[in-house]
């Protein structure tokens, strides 16, 4: 026994150790660049799909998007978003003509940050649709802000002016009236005060209805190559 | 014989070494994702997939790896495993990669997979080792599998999204909250060790009765 | 028992009296909530037996199933399994699917007592225990509240009591806020008078808060129960809502509607009084009784939830055993350190 611990001491040379690990390093490389690379354009064309579909339900009537971003005091179309630069979708019918924004917004929940995205035509001062895209709600309960169809229909023509406010069920008739989801009045408030917070943050930077970004072709080409 | 042998290591990591319900392995992914059937058997498959290619590679090249650095090649060769899993997920189905989020990557972490290389897979022959890892990803499996199908049963009314119940079907809520996946876990291996139990005693009753026969 | 202690009394070994037997203290809390019960049912009617009798019995099912075959009558003479099941009857809401109160007395004995080692083992109070589970498991049937009863309507029985195993109740067209639901969402204050005598709607148990107190005091001049636990969670209740009142009058609830809402009296004299998980010294009562105070009025206040008297306890009772270490006296004649 003591013969064998003193050989296995003196065992491999420390430039074979090194040389093994390197190779397993390489192969390894090789292998996982292969997969990104094999996998990339699929994985894209889902997220752009995923944030398509979304846009396309919160928008109804819209046909083609492109993403805007608010700099030097202007909101200019993107090719791709920079670092922690909040950014919102510009949706346009078929002809290209605008129709309205689509803006992601967050916020807490009841039990985790909720983010959605929604609808908003600015002519009309409207929310004109929200989609709930992350959400740890309680399921049966809080999960409701996107299950239960009745409260996600609530948001298909709501007005904004002066602010949304949510109130308890069956007696909401103001058209910035919200219904709460009976057991989930939590859930539901946060839902609201997350819209009111984006709008507030964003309706400054908004141009004024008529003056906005048209939909660049070329962009829409380029993206749909790069899918 | 030779067969018999597969046979062996095979089944046995179905059942009496059970990685969950036997060793108590994995109980990560165990409990996290196994909120729904579905999410339950794609993380099977993934972990299926990594431990299975792992004990291959690590038995084919247990002569060639140094001792002194095998538990970094293993996990060289596991954590490429589990990249290459986590890439194909999100471009196959990136609805159940969401859901499963960070427990893709951890599968790397889970000590099941190491543990078979360190105490199979690197001693044994290839077939053997194939075989070896075969049962215990499929014990894994079954395990997530049985926990998943219990807590969508009773939390959603539902199994792989399919309803059971009439419309009435009120759901146990817990069963799909972290709670949810303690309970479950811990009734089925009270079961098992319950069963394991009777088995023992079963036993010792009939070696008494052929004792007192003789 | 009858006569009280001298001041100096001599004794050798063995001290323990026999007057005291699990049984026996069990008895005089069933005693105790005797009259809380029969308010309960005076209040909702023919549910109120109906859901006791179904936490009751899923509590006894539970002992009788998982005991040992051959001290099966023993486990249930000590009427443990009764009081269990009672005590969580009485913080459940009225309509709730008979079921669903079976299923959580099963539970509570099952993985509040039995899987521990049995009675005395227990690190949660069963009763919440299953309440805790049945929350959890069903939060819409479990805050559903019911009005109380109209008159003459005794025979009545709400609609969601009789769903069948595993499903849903029919939406109860009539339903009822409780007071701290009703203060935490629409910021109306019930009066006082209702919460004292019970004419609130609530869950079973917890809406007399009087027939609650006078239970307490039984229980209290039996010497079956630690007075420091509920004294120190009331006071601390007391305190801590007239603190915050101070700050905002409206916002805050008033230190009496505190103590008669919710389920903090049925809480503080008979869950958290259980001996089995509170702390054995006096010092760690006031511990325990001061931390339950805190937890209830953290949660209701600045929580997502109406009521918090269930989690604080629970909470706790998980911090028992430290708090039973911490407060160990000291062997007499050791100095300050005992190292």
Known sequence: ?227 | MKKNESYEEFIKGVWRDNPVFAQVLGMCPMLAVTNSAINAVAMGMATFFVLVGSSFLVSSFRNWIPKQVRISCFIIIIATFVTIADYTLLALVPKVHKELGAFIPLIVANCLILGRQEAFASRYPTRLAVMDALGMAAGFLLALFSLGAVREILGDGALFGVKLFSENFEPWVIMILPPGGFLTLGVILLFFNWIKFKKDEFLEDVAEAERSGN | MKKRDPELLLFHAPLLRQGMTTPKAMRDVLVALAPATVASVWFFGLSAILVLGSCIGGAVAAEWLFADRKARGESLRDASGLLTGLLLGLTLPPGLPLWMAFLGGFIGIALGKVIWGGLGHNLFNPALLGRAFLLATFPIAMTTWVPTLADGGFLQIYPGNLALPFMQAQVDAMSAATPLGMLKFEQEVTPLAGLVFGNVSGSLGETSGLLLLLGGLYLWLRRDLDWRIPVSILLTVVLFSACLGFFDDARFPAPLFSVFSGGLLLGAIYMATDPVTSPVTPKGAWIFGIGTGVLVMLIRVFGGLPEGVMYAILLMNAATPLIDRYTQPRVFGRGDDPE
Not at chain 1, 104 to 132: H, N, R
């Open chain 1, 1 to 227: 026994m003591n013969t064998r611990v003193n050989n296995e001491t003196s065992g491999p040379s420390s430039m074979r150790l090194v040389l093994t690990l390197a190779i397993a390093g390489l192969v390894s490389g090789i292998a996982i660049i292969g997969i990104y690379e094999s996998t990339l354009p699929t994985i894209t064309a889902n997220k752009a799909r995923e944030l398509r579909e979304a846009v396309f339900k919160v928008l109804p009537g819209v046909g083609q998007m492109q993403a805007l971003v608010y700099r030097d005091d202007e909101l200019v179309v993107v090719e791709s978003q920079g670092k922690d630069e909040p950014v919102i979708y510009g949706g346009y019918d078929e002809s290209g003509e605008f129709v309205g924004y689509a803006i992601p917004a967050a916020g807490p929940g009841f039990q985790d940050t909720i983010a959605i995205l929604y609808g908003y035509i600015p002519g009309d001062k409207l929310v004109v649709g929200m989609e709930v895209l992350e959400s740890r709600e309680t399921p049966g309960l809080g999960d409701k802000i996107y299950k239960d169809l009745e409260f996600v229909a609530e948001f298909s023509a709501l007005s904004v002016e002066p602010e949304i406010v949510s109130v308890k069920k069956g007696t909401g008739s103001n058209p910035n009236e919200v219904d709460s989801i009976t057991g989930a009045t939590i859930s539901s408030k946060a839902i609201v005060r997350i819209i009111n917070e984006a709008h507030t943050a964003w309706a400054t930077k908004l141009p004024a209805p008529g003056s906005e970004p048209a939909m660049q072709v070329a962009e829409t080409a380029s993206t749909e190559a790069g899918q």
